[in-house]
Structure formats: C-alpha cells, structure tokens
C-alpha cells in the first residue's frame, strides 16, 4: 500500500515518514511532498491508499486539497493533522469524509493508532459485505431512547466513538465532561462532538444524560434500592433534580415508574 504525507513544514513530513511503523501497518511506499498542488499531481498519476495532509498550507490549504481529492476517480483515506483546534475546521473535515483529525503537536503513535482503527473498520465492513447482512446499531427497549446504543451493537460505530460509548457506560455515576473525555482520548474537542452528533444523531452532553436515565430506569425495574440511592448511582448528587430530569424524560416520577413496574410484576 502506498501513502502521501503532505505538509509545507519539511521536519513535520520528515519526521512522520521516519518514526511511523509504516512497514508493519502494511504501507510499503512512503511518499512526502511539502507542496499541495504538487501532491495533487501525484495523487492524479498514482493511486495512493493513504493522504495524511496539514491544513494550513499555502496555495492551497488541506481542506481545498481534500475537496478537489474527491472529485478523482481513485479516493484514498485521509487523515489530517492540524494546529487548529477549531469547530469549523473539524465540521468540515467531517464532511469531506476525514477518517481521523490529528492536533499538533503529534506523536507517530497518534497516526498509528487512527490507522489501525481504520484497518479494523474496513475488514468489519468486509465481513459484512461477505455475511450480506447490515447490523442495526440500535437495540430498542422498553427504556432505551433510539440514540442509546447497546454495547451488544456498537460495532459499526466509528471506533473513537466505539471507546467513548464504552467509557460512558463503565463510569456513568462519575462526573463526565466532553472536555475530560477529548483529553483522556487524546482526541480533538471539536472534531470529537461533530463526529459524536454524526454518529450517534445527538450531541454527547445529551447522550450522556439519557444514558444515566436508561440506567436509573434499569436499576428501579431490577433492584431494591431507593430513588435518593439510584440518584446518586447514575451520577446525580441532587435528588430532587434527578427526578425532575426523570420525568422529562418517561413522564412519569422515579416512585411513579417503580410503582407502574411492582403491579405489572403482579400480574
């Protein structure tokens, strides 16, 4: 397999093209080009598997070189590396189909692993294809929202986000932010709740919110204990406002619910 490293920083090129374990993620030729337009050129003669481009280039910048990328017949992966930490940025590299957005300064073990995500998503859509069946993403319950995806059904999700939703589902009743989880991830902010929205259909703020309900909902149908307990089981410190954010959600109150489930029980 053959990769383009295209940035008009010579070190960064160099220094990507040196310390990334190219032969054992299987790429065989390593091309580096400090120029867009003359990557471009070779992108247009030769059919590369793999761009890893900058975004602030001059003549063109990356996002230009992606656009005008997809309009060729051969569409290789892409994967950018960037020094803005920019919503818009990450929207639109989104957009363009970018498999991974990258923050300066980077480490070779950063490109390795968006690699090796992206190796293992294409030999699950390979097996797929192979099976001639698609995987629902999502497994509907009597308390699960559509957006709540079940860890039984999370394969197909694009793997970042696959390691996000099982993060979330092991630290719930902690305090999770969408800032803690881009650093503990090492992953972009901004490209990271774009990416999340476009994924899962909701931001992750919300996701995070209905899957504690899920999970309150789940304890008051198989578990004994109180609704002030089960609060603070899911991560909510106030009671009062869990309940509030409970009804918001099923219309009916915590006790509501737990009632509504001990006579269908004795039925």
Not at 191 to 197: E, R, T, V
């Amino acid at each position: 397999m053959k990769v383009i490293i295209v940035d008009d920083e010579p070190a960064h090129v160099r220094g990507i093209t040196k310390y990334v374990h190219w032969d054992k993620l299987g790429y065989d030729k390593v091309i580096g080009s400090f120029s867009a337009n003359e990557a471009l050129e070779l992108i247009k003669h030769e059919n590369f598997d793999l761009v890893i481009t900058d975004i602030s280039m001059p003549e063109i910048n990356g996002l230009e070189l992606i656009r005008r990328i997809n309009t060729l017949g051969n569409k290789p992966d892409i994967i950018i590396v960037s020094g803005y930490n920019e919503f818009s940025y990450a929207q639109e590299a989104i957009s363009l189909g970018v498999c991974a957005y990258i923050l300066k300064p980077i480490k070779p073990e950063e490109i390795e692993e968006s690699i090796l995500v992206l190796i293992e998503k294409k030999m699950r859509q390979t097996k797929k294809n192979e099976n001639g069946k698609d995987v629902d993403l999502f497994n509907e319950s009597d308390f699960m929202d559509k957006e709540i995806i079940s860890i039984e059904n999370i394969r197909d999700v694009h793997p970042s986000i696959q390691r996000i939703l099982l993060y979330i589902d092991g630290n719930y009743s902690k305090e999770i932010t969408v800032h803690e989880l881009a650093e503990q991830f090492r992953i972009n902010e901004s490209y990271l709740s774009a990416l999340f929205k476009k994924e899962v259909g909701i931001n992750l703020s919300n996701y995070i919110q209905k899957y504690r309900m899920y999970k309150a909902a789940e304890l008051l149908q198989n578990s004994d204990f109180r609704v002030n307990e089960i609060a603070y089981m899911v991560g909510y410190q106030n009671p009062c406002y869990f309940t509030k954010q409970f009804k918001k959600t099923y219309n009916y109150t915590p006790s509501e619910m737990k009632k509504i489930m001990m006579m269908k029980h004795k039925r």
